[in-house]
């Protein structure tokens, strides 16, 4: 299991008034509460801090991490919650860029700031979190005598550490590019809702691009396609319909082992350089499939790392959506909730990128 705690920290050198809990200051103008709150039920320090911040007019930070996983943190003024942020996408952001402010930057940092919550590292996010606000997010309890050890100052060397990689791995100096060549309005199904016990690779059920698709029964309107690479070509009923396997078998080349950090073994039917080894995966990251020239697809949030077959990740692509099916080094991606539901979502798309892999001569 990896670490799961959580800290409250004021923003202000002023202790709060009549406050039961206990604060020290182990970084420049900022005060963290001491208190042990292990032996509590889960969202009591989350009401604890609530609370702290209706005693003091200074912002309040209440910070979280997850099993190493995921983080989020949240700040709040006179007992309300000003601003936000979370790993996880079905909790919603709030007033991020309020945050340098609430934290006495007078101007810029919003940028540096979006680019430091994009990491899918959770620990390097939370060393580069803890240089921007200049406290140290992980405190325990037990190590409030250790006060070097807490102490954080305002940097930004490991940011710019970081930036410097992540250049190499998106921007011209990549060795793999990828650019969107279609986009088409809808969602895509592999069968009719119930019924998806069997696929056919690379054909789908497209359609629900309007409201007149809202009927009872309107899987029955959806139109059979299959994903060419560079298209989604319109297919007869009965060539959908033949040659379907297992569903199951689309994963029988990854083994998973879900625990922290998560971890994939290669089965038999990979690449020979892969078959056989253990990967230990990105944060949030799973994978997908092989490129032809044998560099393997990871696929996260709107993200896909392109890794070589020493699990060196050569590059870093952004796409919208979630990957569906992958055609030699054709991506096609989804928005919505295809595969979940029939119902109509008038801003679905459907997108397909082709993974552009440069020359040397182009890095240059």
């Not at 208190?35 to 889960?42: L, N, V, Y």
């Not at 954080?152 to 992540?166: A, C, G, H, L, V």
Request: charged letters at 25%; hydrophobic letters at 35%.
């Amino acid at each position: 299991m990896g670490i799961s705690l959580n800290s409250i920290h004021i923003f202000g050198d002023a202790l709060p008034k009549n406050c039961e809990f206990s604060f020290l200051s182990f970084s420049h103008n900022w005060l963290t509460c001491v208190e042990d709150f292990s032996d509590k039920i889960p969202d009591y320090s989350y009401k604890a801090a609530k609370w702290i911040s209706k005693t003091t007019d200074d912002p309040i930070l209440y910070f979280e991490v997850f099993d190493s996983e995921m983080i989020s943190f949240e700040f709040f003024c006179k007992g309300k919650t000003v601003a936000r942020y979370s790993d996880d996408e079905l909790v919603a952001n709030k007033k991020l860029y309020d945050i340098p402010y609430l934290v006495g930057y007078q101007d810029g940092n919003k940028k540096r700031l979006s680019n430091l919550l994009a990491c899918s590292d959770v620990e390097l996010k939370i060393s580069m979190l803890e240089e921007f606000f200049g406290v140290c997010l992980l405190f325990e309890s037990e190590l409030s005598d250790e006060e070097d050890i807490l102490c954080r100052n305002r940097d930004d060397s490991i940011y710019r550490d970081y930036q410097s990689k992540e250049k190499a791995l998106t921007g011209k100096a990549a060795p793999i590019a990828i650019k969107q060549i279609a986009k088409y309005p809808g969602k895509i199904f592999f069968d009719k809702f119930g019924y998806c016990e069997t696929i056919k690779p690379h054909y789908f059920l497209y359609g629900y691009a309007s409201e007149d698709a809202m009927v009872r029964h309107s899987y029955r309107t959806l139109t059979p396609v299959r994903f060419t690479g560079h298209s989604l070509e319109t297919v007869d009923p009965d060539t959908f319909n033949q040659g379907r396997v297992p569903s199951e078998d689309r994963g029988s080349r990854f083994k998973m082992d879900h625990s922290t950090p998560s971890k994939v073994t290669f089965l038999d039917g990979c690449p020979h350089d892969y078959c056989g080894k253990t990967m230990v995966l990105p944060n949030g990251f799973y994978p997908w499939e092989f490129l032809p020239t044998g560099e393997l697809l990871l696929e996260g949030k709107n993200k896909i790392y392109v890794t070589d077959s020493t699990f060196k990740i050569i590059a870093k692509l952004s796409v919208k959506g979630d990957v569906a099916d992958l055609v030699d080094n054709y991506i096609l991606t989804t928005t919505g909730d295809s595969f979940c539901g029939y119902c109509y979502e008038p801003k679905t798309k459907i997108y397909i990128y082709e993974v552009v892999k440069k020359q040397i001569s182009e890095q240059k």
